[in-house]
Antibody, heavy 120, light 107 residues
């Protein structure tokens, strides 16, 4: 069973950079799946941030593209999210997820989510 | 970007009720749509993919239909564990987008 686990700081200063890692276990990150980040501000809906393939190809949300970088480390079986110039509007629960190509791109495995608060 | 509009945003229902949630896309997306269920404090879980295919392990009381721009999620007989928020997501084009969510609450 594939398991994903986010890790990273729970508090980021305004104008700082968020760095999160998603560790994948029970399966290889080098499989034919994409790996995604989704966020959810407190009390609000889901927002797609972007996705990465193990070869390094990425797709980002246009609204975040100028501030986002995703990377993958196949040797550690994990992928990462960097989000620069953080503001209070970036306060959210951040989820990583596996995008399963065999079910037309739906995300079938998710991490538990990690709350990131932007505050001084 | 493709906009997904769910209706209603809030649905009050009783155990045993038949419930239908609609997701409308701003342009045609064929059947590149999934439905998720999210409970408070938990990650979303996929219920339906390809608009109408039930994900493995999901109870058969859940069903999906539609293509193009209009889609529905139906719960044939609402169970206590089904009170949650439901989201649609499209995979026809980038950026992937979600509907705003439909909260199903106890009447």
């Amino acid at each position: 069973q594939v398991h994903l686990q986010e890790s990273g700081p729970g508090l980021v200063r305004p104008s700082g950079t968020l760095s999160l890692t998603c560790a994948v276990s029970g399966g290889s990150i080098s499989s034919s799946n994409w790996w995604s980040w989704v966020r959810q501000p407190p009390g609000k809906g889901l927002e797609w941030i972007g996705e990465i393939f193990h070869g390094g190809s990425t797709n980002y949300s246009p609204s975040l593209k100028s501030r986002v970088t995703m990377s993958v480390d196949t040797s550690k079986n994990h992928f990462s999210l960097n989000l620069r110039s953080m503001t209070a509007a970036d306060t959210a629960v951040y989820y990583c997820a596996r995008v399963n190509s065999s079910i037309l791109g739906a995300a079938d495995h998710w991490g538990q989510g990690t709350l990131v608060t932007v505050s001084s | 970007d493709i906009q997904l509009t769910q209706s209603p945003s809030l649905l009050s229902a009783s155990v045993g009720d038949r419930v239908t949630i609609t997701c409308r896309a701003s342009q045609g997306i064929s059947t590149y749509l999934a439905w998720y269920q999210q409970k408070p404090g938990k990650a979303p879980e996929v219920l339906i993919y390809a608009a109408s295919t039930l994900q493995s392990g999901v109870p058969s009381r859940f069903s999906g239909s539609g293509s193009g721009t209009e889609f529905t999620l139906t719960i044939s007989s609402l169970q206590p564990e089904d009170f949650a928020t439901y989201y649609c997501q499209q995979f026809n084009s980038y950026p992937r987008t979600f509907g705003q969510g439909t909260k199903v609450e106890i009447k």
